[in-house]
């Protein structure tokens, strides 16, 4: 693996425990997570679509990017919402109580809302910058030329990888693409929790399964990146690398996503993953 890729997902997995820690310090100093700021009955409802073939309980609205406040709540609520879209709470207490899943239309659009965030091409051209610093893929050459080629290579990375995982496979295998937050007890088990996400998901119908989608999605975007990114190494060891640092990256996100109410508590931010959820006869929620 190339030594800017090696560079960037270290300081990512960094700052991602950096937060998750500061929250999980948070939680283990309060004990049990305070009650979350509840969202209106009537915005729970109005996501409610009626289905009679499938009664579901369905995930509270994302938090609006205009409910940030404060100088820097677009940036705040622009890096945030792709944690919550793809972060759900089961809800374990509700006796009966069964999440709504994706269908295969929503699953596609959770595809496209990821590839087409603006955090998304803020990361990619960032990582293109640094590739171009580190003359990583010298054939791209320098100069404006250079970084658009770079810039180019990274999203349609970004794009495949997430076609892949949050889409393709997730399909064929009848995989639920998000992460299902535990969000009660103690830190050591919810940190267990989120890394053990990238073996362990949930399929459509709840019950739990080996996450395809993480390993042959990741597996797949790292052999199709060998046709945009020519000087990369070839062979099994590079490629199984290149695997093992985007799992360990997803899995840093997903502490994240763990730990995000108390992160948002502790920094005043809105959010609203833990309200009260409505039972209804519902068709999937999109995220």
């Not at 009650?35 to 369905?58: D, G, H, M, Y």
Request: aromatic share 12%; with cysteine; proline share 7%.
């Amino acid at each position: 693996m190339e030594r800017g890729t090696h560079f960037r997902t270290l300081t990512a997995i960094c700052f991602q425990a950096a937060l998750a820690a500061l929250a999980g310090g948070a939680a283990c100093a309060q004990g049990l997570p305070t009650a979350p700021q509840q969202a209106p009955a009537a915005s729970l409802r109005e996501e409610a679509v009626k289905n009679a073939a499938a009664p579901c309980v369905e995930p509270p609205p994302m938090v609006r990017i205009e409910d940030y406040n404060g100088p820097f709540r677009k940036v705040v609520g622009e890096f945030a919402r792709p944690l919550e879209r793809k972060s759900v709470h089961p809800r374990h207490y509700k006796l009966g109580a069964k999440l709504c899943t994706l269908e295969l239309k929503d699953k596609f659009v959770l595809f496209l809302q990821d590839s087409f965030d603006p955090v998304t091409f803020l990361s990619t051209g960032f990582n293109a910058g640094i590739d171009q610093a580190e003359d990583t893929d010298p054939s791209y050459g320098q100069g404006a030329e250079g970084y658009g080629k770079r810039f180019g290579a990274g999203y349609a990375g970004q794009a495949t990888s997430r076609f892949f995982k949050d889409f393709a496979y997730p399909t064929i295998f009848s995989e639920d693409p998000r992460y299902y937050r535990l969000a009660h007890g103690s830190a050591r088990r919810r940190l267990l929790h989120a890394m053990e996400h990238a073996v362990v998901a949930h399929r459509d119908n709840g019950k739990y399964m080996f996450n395809f989608s993480e390993w042959l999605g990741t597996a797949s975007a790292v052999v199709l990146s060998n046709t945009y990114h020519p000087d990369n190494e070839r062979g099994f060891s590079p490629a199984a690398q290149r695997v093992g640092y985007s799992v360990l990256q997803d899995m840093g996100f997903d502490v994240l996503r763990e730990f995000w109410p108390e992160i948002s508590r502790k920094f005043r931010l809105p959010f609203r993953g833990e309200s009260e959820p409505v039972n209804h006869d519902s068709s999937p929620a999109a995220q």
